[in-house]
């Protein structure tokens, strides 16, 4: 745009631009502020959506067991202990210089269909059930385990009670869908759950009330648990591997009947497995 010849006539647009240069800047610097923020805001947004990682603290030690004494059920030999059993294996226990600490644990409901449980005296919480009398507990080491469950053979079945690392730190469980049409949730989920998918269970949960927290924890994290849960394994064992994994939100709340409301919420809803609450012990 021109105003002719004349050296000194300066176009118009030029001398309105000199003339608001400081309300143009500042026009400008406004504009892409508002483009960050927005950008910021949406980002932040999504970031909230998304579950956090499982904490990145040590694993519980491993050093709680249990001894149960033989039965015709769960090791060869008589189906019911004699008297002079429990006396047997207590006297062993106690001459291990593996085995910290024992208590024994009587079935008070053998013959039905619902066992006792094993108290935690430190919590007060149940931490396994008792189908038979048996003893529980607590090796010097996590490695001791192998010659504890050694010198008992013959007498005495031991097993791990493992310490579940998610005890406190989580108040439920929620589990999805397997990737194989035998642990599928519905016919028509026998596949790896889609992100959008895991998305939509999530933000289901978030709708509940008192849901405080919520991770996800990844098939890898839950094998590296299992593997700290039972570093003995035998070839009768299910194979420790990446695939058996599931994946799981583990959910903090806060108020009462956690779980029950998490059911309810979660009845039906696409790509839910099971919802349940978490123990102190860990299978």
């Given at each position: 745009m021109s105003f002719g010849d004349d050296p000194d006539q300066e176009p118009w647009l030029r001398r309105w631009v000199a003339a608001h240069r400081k309300v143009l800047a500042i026009g400008t610097a406004t504009i892409v502020l508002l483009a960050l923020i927005a950008g910021g805001g949406w980002?932040?947004?999504?970031?909230?959506?998304?579950?956090l990682p499982p904490p990145a603290v040590a694993l519980p030690e491993?050093?709680?067991f249990i001894v149960w004494l033989c039965q015709e059920e769960i090791c060869p030999g008589p189906g019911t202990p004699r008297p002079g059993d429990v006396?047997?294996?207590?006297?062993?226990?106690?001459?291990m210089p593996e085995v910290v600490s024992i208590k024994f644990s009587r079935n008070r409901s053998q013959g039905s269909q619902h066992p006792g449980t094993i108290m935690?005296?430190?919590?007060?919480?149940?931490?396994?059930?008792?189908?038979?009398?048996?003893?529980?507990?607590?090796?010097?080491?996590?490695?001791?385990f192998p010659a504890v469950a050694a010198k008992l053979k013959g007498m005495a079945v031991a097993q791990r009670l493992s310490t579940d690392f998610w005890f406190g730190k989580a108040d439920?469980?929620?589990?999805?869908?397997?990737?194989?049409?035998?642990?599928?949730?519905?016919?028509?989920l026998i596949h790896d759950m889609t992100e959008e998918q895991k998305q939509a269970v999530l933000d289901r949960i978030r709708e509940i009330d008192g849901v405080r927290q919520v991770y996800y924890e990844d098939r890898q994290h839950a094998l590296t648990l299992q593997q700290h849960y039972h570093p003995e394994t035998s070839r009768s064992d299910p194979p420790l591997i990446l695939a058996a994994m599931k994946e799981t939100y583990r959910v903090k709340m806060s108020g009462p009947d956690a779980v029950r409301r998490l059911q309810q919420a979660l009845n039906g809803v696409p790509g839910v497995e099971s919802v349940m609450s978490v123990a102190p012990f860990a299978y």
């Open positions: 980002h932040l947004y999504q970031q909230s959506r998304k579950p491993q050093t709680r006396r047997r294996v207590e006297t062993a226990l106690r001459s935690d005296p430190a919590t007060g919480h149940g931490i396994g059930p008792v189908f038979f009398d048996a003893f529980d507990g607590r090796l010097r080491r996590s490695s001791d439920v469980t929620v589990t999805l869908c397997g990737t194989s049409a035998d642990e599928a949730c519905s016919p028509f």
